[in-house]
C-alpha cells in the first residue's frame, strides 16, 4: 500500500537545503506515494523588493536582524501553527515528515495535536550549527535547544543524514538509538551522467589544464580560503588550474584573496549557476574538491562529484567515510592539514591512471546505494516504522 504523505518544509530556492528537499520530493512520488508539500517559504521576490514595502522591509531587516533573527524565527511558530494546522485538517495524511530547523516546533504541535505519525528529518544540529556559523545574529539562550530536544523527543522516527549526527542527537537529546535512522544525501545518476553531459567551455580555463573543482556554497564551513594557499602551495604544476562554482557570502573575501594573492590566471570563478546547469561545469572537472565540511554532513557536492565520475578529494571526517573509502572512490586528508590536501591534490594531478581508476570506483558509489531513489525507498520505510510506533502504547 501506497502511502499518503504530508511534507513541511522551510527552507527556500537560494537555500542549500533546497536541493535536497526538491530531489527528495521529486525521488518519494516517483515511488508511487502521495505527496502533500507545504512550503513555508519566506524569502521575498525580486519584484517584492522594488515596491515601497519590499524596500522598506528590506531596510528593516538590514538595521534590526542582528537582535531580532532569533526571537522571529521564534515567533513565526504562531502563524505556521495556524497554517499547518488547516493544511494537515485538509489533507488528512498517513504520516507527516518534517524538515527540522532551528526554533520551529509549530508543525510538531499540530501533528501532535491530530495524533498524526511523525518522521523529523534532522539534516543538522541547528542549535550547534547555529552558534558555530551564525556569529552575525544575537542567539537566544536556552530556549531554541529546548525546542529542539522537545521536537526530536516528540517525533515517532528521526531521520539523519550521517551515523555521527545520529550518535550525536541519541547523547545530546536522550533518543533511544532504535528510533533514530540514518539516511544519508543522494544525487541523481541521469542528470549527473559523464556519458550524457558535454563539459562547458570556460573563460580563463585553459584546454589542455588538469582542472581541480570546488561547487559549493561559499560558506564558513566549506573552507574555499584553503584552496587561495593550495594554489600557490602547488604553483610547481603549471597546467593546474581551480575552477570555483557558487555562490554565499563568503565569495567576496575569496575573490579579493584570488585578486591580492594574483591568482586570477591559476583561479577561476564563475558564480552560482542553475542547478541543473551543474554537471556541465563538473564535466569540465578532473578532480572534485571539497577542503571543509561540518563534522555531521553528508555533502550533496560529493554525491554529485561521484556520479560525474570524479575522484573526491575531502577531510577524512566520519561522515565523509561513510560515503568514501580512502583510496578508493577519492583520496581523504587530515582536517585543515594544507600540506597533507596538496599532497593528495598532487597525487591526483600527475597520475592520469589514478585519476581513471577512481573515477571508475566514484560512479559505482554512487550508483550502488547513493541515488535519490535510494534516499526515498529508505525513508518511505521510515514512515512505515513510525506509523507502527505511533500505534504502539510504549515508545521511549
Known amino acids: 500500500m501506497k502511502l499518503k504523505i504530508a511534507y513541511f518544509s522551510y527552507v527556500y530556492e537560494r537555500e542549500g537545503g533546497f536541493?535536497?528537499?526538491?530531489?527528495?520530493?521529486?525521488?518519494?512520488?516517483?515511488?508511487?506515494?502521495?505527496?502533500?508539500?507545504?512550503?513555508q517559504n519566506?524569502?521575498?521576490?525580486?519584484?517584492?523588493?522594488?515596491?515601497?514595502?519590499?524596500?522598506?522591509?528590506?531596510?528593516?531587516?538590514r538595521l534590526f536582524s542582528k537582535w531580532l533573527h532569533d526571537i522571529r524565527e521564534l515567533l513565526l511558530n504562531v502563524p505556521f501553527f495556524v497554517r499547518e494546522f488547516r493544511f494537515l485538517s485538509?489533507?488528512?495524511p498517513d504520516v507527516l515528515i518534517i524538515r527540522q530547523t532551528k526554533s520551529k516546533m509549530s508543525g510538531v504541535l499540530a501533528a501532535k495535536w491530530m495524533k498524526i505519525p511523525l518522521v523529523l528529518e534532522v539534516n543538522a544540529p541547528g542549535t550547534l550549527e547555529a552558534r558555530t556559523y551564525d556569529q552575525q545574529y544575537w542567539q537566544l539562550p536556552v530556549l531554541p535547544m529546548v525546542i529542539e530536544r522537545f521536537t526530536i523527543r516528540s517525533a515517532?522516527?528521526?531521520?539523519?543524514?550521517?551515523?555521527?549526527?545520529?550518535?550525536y542527537l541519541a547523547s545530546s537529546h536522550g533518543v533511544s538509538p532504535h528510533r533514530i535512522h540514518v539516511n544519508p544525501n543522494g544525487a541523481d545518476p541521469d542528470l549527473f551522467d559523464p556519458g550524457k553531459v558535454v563539459p562547458v567551455t570556460?573563460?580563463?580555463?585553459?584546454?589542455?589544464?588538469?582542472?581541480?573543482g570546488f561547487c559549493a556554497s561559499y560558506?564558513?564551513?566549506?573552507?574555499?580560503?584553503?584552496?587561495?594557499?593550495l594554489a600557490s602551495a602547488l604553483s610547481d604544476i603549471t597546467n593546474l588550474h581551480f575552477l570555483l562554482v557558487g555562490d554565499g557570502p563568503e565569495r567576496p573575501r575569496i575573490a579579493k584573496?584570488?585578486?591580492?594573492?594574483?591568482?586570477?590566471?591559476?583561479?577561476?570563478?564563475?558564480?552560482?549557476?542553475?542547478?541543473?546547469?551543474?554537471?556541465?561545469?563538473?564535466?569540465?572537472?578532473?578532480?572534485?574538491?571539497?577542503?571543509?565540511?561540518?563534522?555531521?554532513?553528508?555533502?550533496?557536492?560529493?554525491?554529485?562529484?561521484?556520479?560525474?565520475?570524479?575522484?573526491?578529494v575531502a577531510p577524512r571526517l566520519e561522515?565523509?567515510?561513510?560515503?568514501?573509502?580512502?583510496?578508493?572512490?577519492?583520496?581523504?586528508?587530515?582536517?585543515?592539514?594544507?600540506?597533507?590536501?596538496?599532497?593528495?591534490?598532487?597525487?591526483?594531478?600527475?597520475?592520469?591512471?589514478?585519476?581513471?581508476?577512481?573515477?571508475?570506483?566514484?560512479?559505482e558509489r554512487l550508483l550502488d546505494s547513493r541515488t535519490w531513489a535510494d534516499n526515498a525507498r529508505r525513508m518511505e520505510g521510515v514512515c512505515r516504522a513510525a506509523i507502527t510506533a505511533a500505534r504502539s502504547p510504549q515508545r521511549s
Open 19 to 39: 536541493v535536497h528537499t526538491r530531489e527528495f520530493i521529486n525521488a518519494m512520488r516517483r515511488l508511487g506515494n502521495e505527496l502533500e508539500v507545504l512550503w
Open 42 to 61: 519566506r524569502a521575498p521576490s525580486p519584484d517584492g523588493r522594488r515596491t515601497l514595502w519590499g524596500r522598506t522591509r528590506e531596510s528593516l531587516k
Open 90 to 92: 485538509r489533507v488528512r
Open 156 to 167: 515517532d522516527a528521526v531521520v539523519t543524514v550521517s551515523g555521527v549526527l545520529a550518535r
Open 202 to 212: 570556460i573563460a580563463g580555463v585553459p584546454a589542455d589544464a588538469i582542472v581541480v
Open 219 to 229: 560558506q564558513e564551513c566549506h573552507g574555499a580560503e584553503m584552496i587561495i594557499d
Open 257 to 312: 584573496l584570488v585578486h591580492d594573492r594574483g591568482l586570477e590566471r591559476r583561479i577561476t570563478m564563475v558564480g552560482r549557476v542553475p542547478h541543473e546547469a551543474v554537471p556541465e561545469y563538473l564535466a569540465r572537472m578532473d578532480v572534485g574538491l571539497l577542503p571543509s565540511t561540518a563534522f555531521y554532513c553528508s555533502p550533496i557536492k560529493i554525491l554529485e562529484y561521484l556520479s560525474m565520475g570524479l575522484p573526491v
Open 319 to 363: 561522515s565523509i567515510e561513510e560515503i568514501i573509502q580512502d583510496g578508493v572512490q577519492g583520496l581523504l586528508f587530515a582536517p585543515d592539514d594544507l600540506t597533507d590536501l596538496a599532497g593528495r591534490v598532487r597525487q591526483l594531478a600527475v597520475d592520469g591512471d589514478l585519476r581513471r581508476r577512481i573515477s571508475r570506483a566514484a560512479r
